[in-house]
């Protein structure tokens, strides 16, 4: 390890700052461009020691976990609060426009829609029972060790106020030292908590775990890697008014305001369609509000996800037929020929992107067409071929709902 004074030139991806040593780049978490900051180095990582000169951008962060004056970071949940909101946001835009511009593509990227404390109704906690306690809290960056929180300005009210609860089901659950993880999803009808990576529980401590969480308040479900422990009330969550019970650790958009968002861009660029297909449909978070304007093909690999938009459809009313149907698009992406009878189609896969899926339907005459993607990377290689098989991006917007880090939303819409 050696210590030495540097100027950071530059944000990369990941939110680290960046500097030129005489070695090739190092990267120096915590810092802004323009900053002198004295580190400990080894190899091409920097530790900052303290500030020389700070940034204007720099600002005091809001939670107290984060680290002192925002320069260490202990919590690992967010990396940037160290960063006004303004250069923070045009950060999150900019990394959109490189990524489509790394695939020839220079369409106008939209502001970003901003996402705001107290927001997020899904959190993953990282969890450990020790001899004195039980830690609910975050990974501090490249570490298993685990910062438990007491507050946490990124999470809903309903989830922060539910730490003690969510406490208490991790050391029901926990039957030994063994870190694992609580995935806490905020419904209408109490927290959704999945446990994930937890030693399998004995009849008898199964009983006193369920015995626990009858106790609590507030709580609608605890699952033990995808089985139900005991389900005090049906989680409900709504997409567009539409009431669904997603599975137990179902994937759910991190903040109701994105997804709200999202499904605004996404309704306003279909239009009047009367066919539509919803790829990656997950429980419905597009498909139901869809089923409003046209009759909905929602396709998903995950079945009980599916079946819940299956139920959730044939027990709302007003909205047009919805068939369904269990698939694994990465290995077996619907083809061009079957696209024959969709004016739209709309697709939200996992960070992998959708490459395989674009490659058909690039080679279809659907009219519409409007991508939803949590990587701008892999977004813009599947926007790259369906540009390249005709069809035009219309719009490009970046939508923040994991605040203070460098992931970010990207809605593109495109036509024939």
Request: aromatic share 4%.
């Amino acid at each position: 390890m050696s210590t030495e004074t540097i100027t950071i030139d530059r944000l990369g991806a990941q939110g680290d700052g960046i500097a030129t040593g005489k070695d090739g780049p190092i990267y120096v978490p915590f810092t802004l461009p323009g900053e002198t900051v004295a580190i400990a180095r080894v190899r091409n990582q920097g530790t900052v020691m303290s500030v020389a000169s700070a940034s204007i951008d720099r600002q005091e962060p809001p939670c107290r976990h984060f680290g002192p004056d925002g320069v260490n970071g202990t919590c690992g949940g967010c990396t940037l609060q160290h960063m006004a909101d303004a250069p923070y946001r045009a950060f999150k835009r900019q990394l959109v426009i490189d990524a489509l511009k790394s695939k020839g593509l220079t369409p106008e990227v939209g502001e970003i829609v901003a996402a705001h404390p107290g927001e997020r109704r899904r959190v993953v906690f990282a969890a450990r029972k020790t001899e004195k306690d039980m830690l609910i809290g975050f990974n501090q960056a490249e570490s298993h060790h685990i910062v438990a929180i007491e507050e946490c300005p990124i999470s809903s009210a309903g989830i922060v106020a539910r730490l003690p609860a969510i406490k208490a089901v991790g050391a029901a659950v926990a039957t030994n030292a063994d870190a694992f993880r609580i995935a806490v999803l905020e419904t209408l009808s109490g927290l959704d908590l999945a446990v994930e990576g937890a030693k399998k529980l004995s009849d008898q401590q199964r009983r006193k775990a369920i015995e626990v969480v009858l106790g609590l308040r507030g709580i609608a479900r605890v699952s033990l890697d995808g089985e139900i422990l005991v389900e005090p009330a049906k989680p409900i969550v709504e997409f567009g008014g539409v009431q669904v019970s997603p599975p137990a650790g179902a994937f759910t958009q991190a903040t109701k305001p994105a997804e709200e968002a999202m499904a605004k861009l996404v309704l306003a660029h279909i239009g009047k369609a009367k066919r539509i297909a919803d790829l990656f449909a997950g429980a419905g978070t597009f498909s139901l509000q869809l089923a409003r304007i046209g009759r909905v093909h929602a396709v998903e690999g995950d079945g009980k996800a599916i079946a819940a938009l299956d139920h959730s459809a044939r027990n709302t009313q007003g909205l047009k037929p919805v068939t369904v149907e269990k698939r694994d698009l990465f290995r077996r992406p619907l083809m061009t020929g079957e696209f024959k009878v969709y004016d739209a189609v709309v697709f939200d896969p996992p960070r992998a992107g959708a490459e395989f899926q674009c490659k058909e339907l690039a080679r279809a005459a659907v009219k519409k067409v409007v991508a939803v993607s949590c990587n701008p990377l892999t977004l813009a290689r599947d926007l790259a071929i369906l540009v390249e098989g005709g069809y035009r991006i219309t719009s490009v917007t970046p939508i923040d709902q994991f605040l203070w880090t460098s992931h970010v939303e990207v809605v593109a819409t495109l036509e024939k």
